[in-house]
């Protein structure tokens, strides 16, 4: 045997023996990291975030948090919910909810060591080998944050590290093999054409084992390749990277749902095509990508291909290889429009409570003014003659007060906090009654209905005022002829919605943040009451309404209402 040969074959046992070494202790470190530092790693994750949530809320004066706050720092943080706990277990504040009223939490072990000054963490397992990370943090005045979040995956830079010398010491150690193999098949080739049937079987088992090493190697790679996009599609914030020209290199799921675009569609677009010109999002982007000026938590608002408009929140970073060089921009994003919108109308309640209370100051002085005025008017009549010109006028005065006292007693009611008197109730079935009240009244009028089954808990009385009005407004809007449709379906997270559409004359683009607020109307004969009455029960159910609108084509009234649990 050649020089070659032999060096060929002290090589060859000897990689081999370091590559299985090697693939053994890499798993050792990753078995060894996990059970090892996992506990304490979560934990750490847990104080981290329990003190980012605490120091924003510590710099709140008590009575300042508002729903709208903790969901904001629920969705920036990850957090599944957090809940600010009073000294008297009262629920101030939910991520997920607006409290009811006197609402308690019930007292756990944390719950009571939390309220007497100490911190606690707790990790659980669930179902989908994520940890559920459970938080009692006490701040100032006795009260106390509660934060339940999921925690990520520990990540093992040692073992990572060391897979990345095994895939270096496996190319190299196999190139080298390759090289010496080669010049020893070429030469055998060359000077023995004769080989023995034995020498053919050795170097087929060489030549077998060094490809079944390469083919092990690709595989590791593939599967970290696999690991990365895993990571980007199971994200709930949309990311999407730019090369250094500006160009759309990579989108994630998330990124398509936010945007309602598919992935192919983005690809190779500016930032300006994507999400608009002049956006903060598009000069915040070239600002990085020209100066390496980053963004963090900046918002804007997006207009999609469909019309609708989305608010983002965003953070711009610039994009690096290994080596530190920059390689492009990434934008990191999430859908702000539900938080924008439980915040416009937690603002519009305090702003509906307040001229509710002026209202019902107003009504029930005019009250007082328009009884003396029907009383004189009284006396009058039995003044005159009954066919006299001067009873006619004392009629007229007695129906313009009746018609003022409609008017009070709708003011009163408005001014009133709604009373509930919750109960069971299906849906259908009252719809189902309502509808049939003006059936009988509009032949020209077609309704159609598409309604699943559904129950929720709410006041039947003031429910069934609800789709009076709406149906009411949407008849006279189409001037008692034209299409009617009332869907009732379930949403994914267990609400029912319910959709009221007319092919109606529309709402002027204009005039369409006005409509739920009092004394706002475009009839002649309307107090402008109605849908502020409609607005305000159904937010004192927990529930939303919003209204779509284009003129001349009709509009529709969505109302979201919490479902009723069984």
Not at 58 to 75: C, F, N, S, V, W
Not at 278 to 285: D, E, K, P, R, T
Not at 468 to 493: F, P, S
Request: neutral net charge; glycine residues 8%.
């Amino acid at each position: 045997m050649n020089k070659n040969g032999r060096l060929f074959f002290i090589l060859f046992p000897l990689f081999v023996f370091g590559l299985l070494t090697l693939s053994l202790l890499y798993q050792n470190m990753t078995l060894d990291a996990l059970y090892e530092a996992k506990d304490q790693d979560d934990r750490q994750q847990l104080k981290r975030l329990g003190e980012a949530v605490k120091q924003q809320l510590t710099k709140k004066r008590k009575g300042q948090e508002e729903p709208y706050d903790l969901y904001l720092m629920a969705k920036e943080t990850g957090a599944k919910q957090i809940l600010l706990i009073g000294s008297d277990r009262s629920l101030l504040a939910d991520s997920t909810r607006e409290p009811e009223k006197n609402e308690k939490v019930p007292l756990s072990i944390p719950l009571h060591k939390a309220l007497a000054g100490e911190s606690q963490y707790h990790i659980f397992d669930e179902p989908s080998d994520t940890p559920l990370g459970e938080i009692f943090l006490p701040i100032k005045e006795g009260r106390v944050i509660h934060i339940t979040t999921l925690l990520p995956p520990i990540k093992n830079s040692p073992a990572d590290s060391l897979l990345i010398f095994i895939k270096l010491f496996g190319w190299g150690g196999g190139g080298i093999l390759g090289y010496y193999a080669l010049r020893l098949l070429l030469k055998r080739s060359s000077t023995d054409t004769l080989t023995g049937a034995g020498q053919q079987e050795e170097g087929g088992l060489l030549v077998n084992t060094f490809q079944g090493v390469i083919h092990q190697l690709k595989e590791k790679e593939q599967a970290l390749t696999q690991m990365n996009e895993n990571i980007l599609r199971s994200v709930t914030s949309g990311v999407v990277t730019f090369n250094c020209e500006g160009r759309v290199t990579t989108v994630n799921p998330a990124a398509e749902t936010i945007l309602g675009r598919q992935r192919e569609a983005m690809l190779g677009c500016s930032c300006e095509a994507l999400f608009g010109e002049g956006l903060a999002i598009s000069v915040h982007l070239n600002e990085t990508l020209a100066q390496k000026k980053e963004a963090i938590r900046e918002e804007c608002e997006v207009v999609q291909q469909n019309g609708q408009k989305k608010y983002l929140g965003f953070t711009t970073s610039a994009l690096r290889d290994r080596s530190g060089t920059i390689i492009g921009a990434i934008i990191v994003f999430v859908d702000l429009t539900e938080m924008k919108a439980l915040q416009a109308q937690v603002e519009l309640k305090k702003r509906f409570e307040m001229m509710g209370e002026v209202s019902a100051w107003i009504a029930h002085e005019f009250r007082s003014y328009m009884g003396t005025i029907m009383g004189y008017a009284s006396l009058l009549s039995k003044s005159f003659e009954p066919k006299s010109s001067e009873q006619e006028m004392t009629r007229a005065i007695s129906s313009e007060c009746v018609a003022m006292d409609r008017l009070i007693t709708d003011l009163l009611s408005y001014g009133k906090k709604p009373l509930l008197t919750l109960c069971p109730m299906p849906l259908t079935p009252l719809i189902e009654e309502v509808l049939n009240k003006f059936k009988s009244n509009t032949p020209d009028v077609r309704f159609e209905t598409a309604l699943e089954a559904s129950e929720i808990a709410a006041d039947r009385t003031l429910i069934r005022q609800v789709f009076l009005n709406l149906i009411q407004n949407g008849i006279q809007a189409m001037d008692k002829r034209g299409v009617m449709h009332i869907g009732l379906a379930h949403l994914r997270d267990g609400s029912v919605e319910i959709k009221i559409s007319d092919s109606g004359r529309g709402i002027p683009a204009d005039q369409i943040d006005k409509i739920f607020l009092p004394f706002f109307t475009t009839r002649e004969q309307g107090s402008g009451l109605g849908l502020a009455l409609v607005h305000k029960i159904i937010l004192s159910h927990n529930g939303t309404i919003s209204v779509e609108s284009k003129p001349g084509e009709g509009t529709t009234f969505t109302i979201t209402l919490p479902a009723r649990r069984f």
